[in-house]
T-cell receptor, first 116, second 111 residues
Framework: SAVISQKPSRDICQRGTSLTIQCQVDSQVTMMFWYRQQPGQSLTLIATANQGSEATYESGFVIDKFPISRPNLTFSTLTVSNMSPEDSSIYLCSVEGGRDGTDTQYFGPGTRLTVL | GENVEQHPSTLSVQEGDSAVIKCTYS??????FPWYKQELGKRPQLIIDIRSNVGEKKDQRIAVTLNKTAKHFSLHITETQPEDSAVYFC??????????WGAGTKLIIKP
C-alpha cells in the first residue's frame, strides 16, 4: 500500500485565520480524497482531487471555504479558510490504491485542528 | 440518496467470543465493500474487503460475507482478542472511486 504523510499533524488556530494541510504520497495516484472526521463520528467526504482538474466538492462544502490544490500525482493541499470553532475536527487525506492498482483507499495519519 | 446503514453502533463481547457487524447499502451499482478498523487517535486501516463477484472472503480470524440480492454485507471476527477493540467502519463504493461510509461500530472486548 501507499505511504502517506500529512503536515501538520495538529494545530491550534485563531478564528478568522486559514490553515493549509499538506498530503504527500510515495507513489503516483490518480485520485486523492479529503475527509473530515468529528470525534466519535464517521468520515465525511469533503472533496475529490484529480491531478490537472478542479476538485469535486460534496454537498455542503464549497471551494471558497476549502480550496484544494493538486499540482501533481503525489501531492495535494487542503486549505481551511476563515476558520471558526465549528471547523475544529480531524482532517484526513486518502488515496486510491496507487501502485497496487486497486480502488482501495489508504489514509494519511490525519491533521487534528482546533480553532479557538 | 445513497447510504450505508451499519449496526450495531456499539458491540460488547467476551474475549474469545465472536463478533458480527452488519451493513446494508442502497446503491445497486456498488461493487466494492471494504472494512476499516480505527483505533483511538489513529487513521482508519483497511482490514478486509470484498468485491461483488465474491460471496465470502476470509483472512485468519476475520471474514466478510456479501449478499448482493439483499444488499447487505457483514464482518465476522472470531476468537476475539483485546487488540480487536476499536471502531469498525463499513463502506460501499460509488462512482469515481468514492466510498459511502457507515456510521461505525465501537467494538469492546471484555476480559
Amino acid at each position: 500500500s501507499a505511504v502517506i504523510s500529512q503536515k501538520p499533524s495538529r494545530d491550534i488556530c485563531q478564528r478568522g485565520t486559514s490553515l493549509t494541510i499538506q498530503c504527500q504520497v510515495d507513489s503516483q495516484v490518480t485520485m486523492m480524497f479529503w475527509y473530515r472526521q468529528q470525534p466519535g463520528q464517521s468520515l465525511t467526504l469533503i472533496a475529490t482531487a484529480n491531478q490537472g482538474s478542479e476538485a469535486t466538492y460534496e454537498s455542503g462544502f464549497v471551494i471558497d471555504k476549502f480550496p484544494i490544490s493538486r499540482p501533481n500525482l503525489t501531492f495535494s493541499t487542503l486549505t481551511v479558510s476563515n476558520m471558526s470553532p465549528e471547523d475544529s475536527s480531524i482532517y484526513l487525506c486518502s488515496v486510491e490504491g496507487g501502485r497496487d492498482g486497486t480502488d482501495t483507499q489508504y489514509f494519511g495519519p490525519g491533521t487534528r485542528l482546533t480553532v479557538l | 440518496g445513497e447510504n450505508v446503514e451499519q449496526h450495531p453502533s456499539t458491540l460488547s463481547v467476551q474475549e474469545g467470543d465472536s463478533a458480527v457487524i452488519k451493513c446494508t447499502y442502497s446503491d445497486s451499482a456498488s461493487n466494492y465493500f471494504p472494512w476499516y478498523k480505527q483505533e483511538l487517535g489513529k487513521r482508519p486501516q483497511l482490514i478486509i474487503d470484498i468485491r461483488s463477484n465474491v460471496g465470502e472472503k476470509k483472512d485468519q480470524r476475520i471474514a466478510v460475507t456479501l449478499n448482493k440480492t439483499a444488499k447487505h454485507f457483514s464482518l465476522h471476527i472470531t476468537e476475539t482478542q483485546p487488540e480487536d477493540s476499536a471502531v469498525y467502519f463499513c463502506a460501499a463504493s460509488r462512482s469515481n472511486y468514492q466510498l459511502i461510509w457507515g456510521a461505525g461500530t465501537k467494538l469492546i472486548i471484555k476480559p
